[in-house]
Each structure stands twice: as C-alpha cells, then as structure tokens.
C-alpha cells in the first residue's frame, strides 16, 4: 500500500540537488542511480552501505513524515490539496547549511531562517493531516523501537511522527548511523567539501515523494512551487 511523503527538495536545476544526489548516488526525480563521489581512504562499496537508508528516501528534508491516505482519501485530492496550499505559501530564501552530527548521523542543516521553516514544517503537518490513516501497530513499533521522551510520544500520537512542532529539527540526512572513530571523521570531512557550494539554497515549493511498496525506493512524484 503505498505511502505518501511531503518533502523539501531542492530546485532540480541547483547545486544542491545535484550534489545532494551525488552524494547519495541515486536520483530519486530521474529514479537514477548515480556514481558517489570517491572518499580517500574508503571502498565505494562501504561508502555505499553507509549511505544505504537516506539515499532509499532520497535527498530530502521531511516536512510531514511518510502516510498512507485515510479511508475515502484519493491521490488526486492530495495533489489539488497541495496545489492550493503551495499556492498561498511564500518561499524561505537564503538557507545557508552546513555538514552537522545529529547525533549519530551525518546531515545538512540550516543556519538561518529557522523560524520560518519550523512554521512552515508545522503548517504541512496540520493541513495535511485530514489524508492520513491512522497508524497501523506495526507503524507504532516501529516508531518506538528508538527511545521517545513523553512529549514525542504524545507528538507521534497526535500527527504520526514524534518529531514535529518544538522537536522538529530541519535536516537533510546525509548518512546511516556512523560509529565515532576515523572513518566517520572522513566522511564528516568529505561531506564538508562535497558541499562547499557558493549558491543559497531556497525553499521554492514541496515535493510529493512516494513509496509504492514496503521497503520500496521512494520516488519524487511531484512538485507544487509556491505562489503558484
């Protein structure tokens, strides 16, 4: 049954989407696999098995989690959905990110602008609320296989995800979970290089990802830009 995601992906035309796709090796617009960039001192088949999990999802940052539509819900309503709510939104511009540790994984995170995204985080995951079928018990556990405080546990009762309005942190995931020691200090510091970019990344639209099947590659299904 498939599964929705709302996302920020970036431009198809910037540096960051096509280095972010480097990056993880797999373009998930074009569905394309794509050749990493090499890592000294690291096999490519290694770097691949690190980045196994975020390049499944894509190069992204969640806005509303992965869901699968509520009873009497239909893909096409989602897209008007959010074809009217994109249409009312303005863009966030300027993001500066860098390469961050949340905890045990590498990612891209903004330094500005915060105030702005979370609201815009927010928005997505209580607009769009109305499409999402209640959690399954396997979709609880699987939720609760890592430790929740109480409030991400009332979070992941509430919307789904335990991460969302004070515990929302935007990110754009990187790598697997890395062991601390010398090969995730190289990867840390070619990921820094890697995106080195002398652009800004802006905030111009959602992205509607996919998963048409359990454990299934996600797919960049479609794209509503702002004010549009």
Sequence with gaps: MTRYALYFAPDRDSAWWHAGNQWLGRDAE???PLPQPAIEGIQPDLQHKLTH????????ATLKAPFRL????TEAALHLALQDFCRQQTPVRGLAPGVQWMGNFLALRPTENQAAINA?????VEHFDQFR???SEADLARRQQHPLSPRQQALLMQWGYPYTQEEFRFHMTLTDRLEPGALADSIHTAAQKHFDLDAPLDITGLALFT?????ADFQLAARFPFGQ
């Design 30 to 32: 074009a569905a394309e």
């Design 53 to 60: 999990d975020a390049r499944r999802y894509g190069f992204h």
């Design 70 to 73: 509520a009873p009497g819900c």
């Design 120 to 124: 815009l985080a927010f928005a997505c």
């Design 133 to 135: 079928a209640p959690m």
């Design 211 to 215: 998963e048409d099947q359990q454990g």
